[in-house]
């Protein structure tokens, strides 16, 4: 049973330029949440997918968007890059029908973005 | 005003001891869900213990428990029997209402914990 895969695990980008990173959850789960995460800090929530919609979005710009496919996999797109912008980010999964099932939310081992 | 809050930035065990790592949170929902989840230096959020607020039950998952405190508002995690392989920061995580309409999740600022052989 593959765990939630995250692509790419590090990547260096220059100031204003774009980067999409991308999701596959975990088998079985169809929610997809994406955290920025900088040094030293807790996981930041930046959005949520589910049926392929933004469901919840957490204080970030519009810079920041998403998309997901209909196989569930998700992609993370930022546009023109700041050194801020520095940080793991990482991508959650969870089944999206609630209950009990809605309370395992698994993560992938994150992608290493640096910003130069 | 934090959310959730983690007061030890750092704890030291000795191994095969237990370890308490405290977590504390502040909601008006009476609907929400606590984590925990260990990250090693590698980055990886690894899962580790779930509590509903309507569990009746403290949590177990083999040597990782959970002292649920409704009341004090506290969900902290016992890790029974530490081992080496326990060092890494660990982070309580909070999610508000009902898990069918809510995912995001809510986080501390972490506690890094040594295991000393």
């Known amino acids: 049973d593959a765990g939630v895969t995250q692509s790419p695990t590090h990547l260096i980008k220059t100031r204003g330029q774009q980067v999409t990173l991308r999701c596959s959850p975990k088998?079985?789960?169809?929610?997809v949440s994406w955290y920025q995460q900088a040094l030293g800090q807790g996981p930041q929530f930046i959005f949520q997918?589910?049926?392929?919609?933004?469901?919840q979005r957490g204080n970030f710009p519009d810079r920041f968007s998403g998309h997901q496919f209909p196989n569930f996999s998700s992609d993370l797109n930022v546009n023109a890059l700041l050194l801020g912008d520095s940080a793991l980010y990482l991508c959650?999964?969870?089944?999206?029908?609630?209950?009990?099932?809605?309370?395992?939310?698994?993560f992938g081992e994150g992608s290493w973005l640096t910003v130069v | 005003a934090q959310k959730i809050t983690q007061t030890q930035p750092g704890m030291f065990v000795q191994e095969k001891e237990a370890v308490t790592l405290d977590c504390t949170y502040d909601t008006s929902d009476p609907s929400y869900g606590l984590f925990w989840y260990k990250q090693p230096s590698s980055g990886e959020m690894i899962f580790l213990i779930y509590?509903?607020?309507?569990d009746q039950q403290n949590a177990t998952e083999g040597r990782y428990s959970l002292n649920f405190q409704k009341a004090r508002k506290s969900a902290n995690l016992v890790i029974s029997a530490s081992q080496l392989g326990d060092s890494a920061m660990y982070f309580c995580a909070m999610r508000e209402g009902r898990s069918g309409n809510n995912r995001k999740l809510i986080w501390g600022l972490g506690t890094s914990l040594a295991v000393n052989p």
């Open positions: 509590q509903g607020s309507y």
């Open positions: 997918y589910y049926e392929e919609e933004e469901r």
């Open positions: 088998s079985g789960h169809d929610t």
């Open positions: 959650a999964s969870s089944a999206g029908t609630g209950g009990a099932r809605g309370n395992t939310i698994y």
